[in-house]
């Protein structure tokens, strides 16, 4: 075992492994495994979209869709993407391309408007601080440091964000305003929260001192690999129950369905919290763009035509994810080195090398022409405390640069991993 081996073999090995390593640099390798983005085949699933309209610009309710107005969306697009956040078309507005906008201006809001009225504004009290499950998504971070709202992480276990601390800290502090999840296949991780977590996130407002929002970013709704992929217990459900509906936004959009640069946002929460945000978004716009909103429902049309198209991006994704699983297995599998999620769904793959290694693989595959997240990335302000956490994306290069970069990435591990025992 590795473990026990003396300084002499360990030397040994570091030489062999050195030696694979200058051997991939001299391949001068392009690859890059950062960010979770379709390949060119996944958004060509939607080509479709263009022109599909062949004419016929009319909505259901008659209304042109090319014209103006229409601030909360069509309404067949309203009730087609409510149905996949489980609320009703009401309860829904559809905006443009990206959820992440939306997801921006609902934080804005209650931070600066306020979501029941002035004085409901987070601005206006001490501080707003805000519950980070990590590892989690850099851009909901990004959106609360740009606001300057404080980040307390809190650990995501595999049934999603531990709830004990997570119920202990909002009770106790009345500036925690709200939490960010990512409830199914969470980015980067990939769990699924139990149905036990979202109940009780759903119940979060009732034990919070103060006006708490949920911002429930369901990006990978129907973003399963496997027919065996856990299924997501309906925050609407038990927010109905709780009646907590206020106090809890869900968002979705087609970005990783269609074209994830030309795709179509929503956002579900109660009617009340719906008019005061439309109301704040009319100085913004005077409505979304009903024209892809359209092209979208004639496209994706039902539940089952999704189900449907996401088992061809399914069909696409499963051999890269299976790549990197199946050669971590291999070249990892003992675990001495790290361990690393298996995501039934979703986009990403969470890799935690032992403690202080991140950011050490991820400059050692860099300078083999193989991009990772950077080391941090995955944690609020940038700082993983373990230096432990690697987010890996396959989704974009192609079946091959998935096999190269993860063979490198092995390699990197093992190197950083056996110099750090050799110093030991
Ligand atoms: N949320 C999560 C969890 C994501 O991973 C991503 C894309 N990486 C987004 C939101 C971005 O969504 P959109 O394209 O709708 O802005």
């Not at 601030?71 to 149905?83: C, H, I, K, V, Y």
């Not at 977590?197 to 429930?216: C, D, G, K, Y």
């Not at 925050?235 to 369905?257: E, P, V």
Request: proline share 6%.
């Amino acid at each position: 075992q590795t473990t026990q081996a003396s300084q002499a073999q360990l030397r040994e090995q570091l030489a062999i492994l050195h030696e694979q390593y200058d051997q991939l640099a001299a391949k001068k390798l392009d690859l890059d495994l950062t960010r979770g983005k379709p390949g060119t085949a996944q958004v060509a699933l939607s080509s479709a979209l263009d022109g599909i309209l062949g004419g016929d610009y009319l909505a259901a309710d008659g209304s042109d869709a090319r014209n103006y107005g229409g601030l909360d969306g069509l309404p067949e697009a309203r009730s087609l993407f409510g149905a996949m956040l489980g609320m009703r078309p009401e309860e829904t507005l559809v905006g443009g391309n990206s959820s992440l906008t939306l997801m921006y201006q609902v934080v804005e809001f209650a931070l600066r408007e306020g979501l029941r009225g002035p004085e409901s504004a987070w601005a206006n009290h001490d501080e707003a601080k805000f519950l980070c499950p990590v590892p989690g998504y850099d851009r909901h971070f990004s959106i609360c440091e740009y606001f300057g709202i404080d980040m307390l992480p809190v650990p995501l276990l595999d049934s999603g964000p531990d709830m004990d601390e997570v119920e202990a800290l909002v009770a106790a502090d009345p500036t925690i305003r709200g939490i960010w999840c990512v409830p199914r296949f969470s980015n980067p991780t990939g769990c699924v929260y139990s149905a036990a977590t979202v109940e009780r996130l759903a119940r979060l407002p009732q034990q919070a001192s103060s006006e708490f929002i949920v911002m429930w970013d369901n990006a990978y709704a129907v973003h399963e690999l496997y027919d065996d992929a856990p299924q997501l217990a309906p925050i609407s459900d038990y927010a109905r129950q709780f009646d907590t509906m206020d106090n809890i936004f869900q968002f979705g959009s087609t970005s990783k369905i269609t074209f994830a640069g030309a795709g179509v946002a929503f956002v579900g929460s109660s009617e009340r919290n719906l008019a005061t945000l439309k109301a704040h978004l009319a100085f913004q716009t005077i409505g979304p763009d009903k024209v892809n909103q359209l092209r979208h429902v004639r496209f994706l049309q039902d539940p089952v035509t999704i189900a449907a198209h996401m088992e061809h991006h399914a069909a696409l994704m499963r051999p890269r994810f299976e790549a990197v699983l199946t050669t971590l297995e291999q070249e990892l599998g003992d675990g001495d080195m790290g361990c690393w999620t298996r995501p039934r769904g979703g986009y990403f793959i969470s890799f935690d090398a032992l403690p202080g290694l991140a950011g050490e693989i991820v400059g050692l595959a860099a300078r083999i022409g193989v991009k990772l997240t950077p080391a941090g990335a995955t944690f609020p302000y940038g700082r993983d405390p373990e230096d432990r956490n690697i987010r890996l994306s396959p989704s974009f290069p192609s079946l091959e640069d998935v096999q190269a970069s993860v063979d490198a990435f092995v390699l990197c591990v093992k190197i950083a991993t056996l110099q750090q025992r050799l110093h030991a």
